[in-house]
T-cell receptor
Framework: AQSVTQLDSQVPVFEEAPVELRCNYSSSVSVYLFWYVQYPNQGLQLLLK??????LVKGINGFEAEFNKSQTSFHLRKPSVHISDTAEYFC????????FGTGTRLTIIP | NAGVTQTPKFQVLKTGQSMTLQCAQD?????MSWYRQDPGMGLRLIHY???????DQGEVPNGYNVSRSTTEDFPLRLLSAAPSQTSVYFC?????????????FGSGTRLTVV
């Protein structure tokens, strides 16, 4: 069965600093990868997805992620974070079903 | 606005009580699913449906029932609530189970069982 690992449960970052949220998935012949964001007291919103093609995927709100097949990783990055990026971020992988990681809580320090 | 609507937003139940969490979508999505979200455990799939009249179990189905009589609605029933079912519940939908467009999530129901 597919598994998704988010190594960091919490990541504090100063405002306007860069951030990387890490995600690793278990190997699969064919897998689609997603990042979702959950703002406080809200549901999940799709940030970006990798289906095929270019390994660098750009999403909403200035986020991007890079698919690395050899390292089975799909790390999320943003060059300069804002207070409004405070949220929980979930990585997910889909083969037969959609499997979520345990989430990373991003806290922006003013 | 089109999307997934969940009701209620908050609920407190006593152990042994029953209740139904409602989920409705107006996007004509065939696939609908229920997840529970617990601290440190991410989202876990409870039940899902690939179309009206068809339901199946996810990874944590015990204590929950579902039905899908229409394309729009996918209610989740707790027959006899237990404290272990205290959680935040999300309904999600998609064009199809293997859709690569991602899922649309509702805003969640926060359930506390005392």
């Amino acid at each position: 069965a597919q598994s998704v690992t988010q190594l960091d449960s919490q990541v504090p970052v100063f405002e306007e600093a860069p951030v990387e949220l890490r995600c690793n998935y278990s190997s699969s012949v064919s897998v689609y990868l997603f990042w979702y964001v959950q703002y406080p007291n809200q549901g999940l919103q799709l940030l970006l997805k990798y289906l095929s093609g270019s390994t660098l995927v750009k999403g909403i709100n200035g986020f991007e992620a890079e698919f690395n097949k050899s390292q089975t990783s799909f790390h999320l990055r943003k060059p300069s974070v804002h207070i409004s990026d405070t949220a929980e971020y979930f990585c997910a992988a889909k083969d037969e079903k959609l499997t979520f990681g345990t989430g990373t809580r991003l806290t922006i320090i003013p | 606005n089109a999307g997934v609507t969940q009701t209620p937003k908050f609920q407190v139940l006593k152990t042994g009580q029953s209740m139904t969490l409602q989920c409705a979508q107006d996007m004509n999505h065939e696939y609908m699913s229920w997840y529970r979200q617990d601290p440190g455990m991410g989202l876990r799939l409870i039940h899902y449906s690939v179309g009206a009249g068809i339901t199946d179990q996810g990874e944590v189905p015990n204590g929950y029932n579902v039905s899908r009589s229409t394309t729009e609605d996918f209610p989740l029933r707790l027959l006899s609530a237990a404290p272990s079912q205290t959680s935040v519940y999300f309904c999600a939908s998609s064009y199809a189970r293997d859709s690569n467009y991602g899922y649309t999530f509702g805003s969640g129901t926060r359930l506390t069982v005392v």
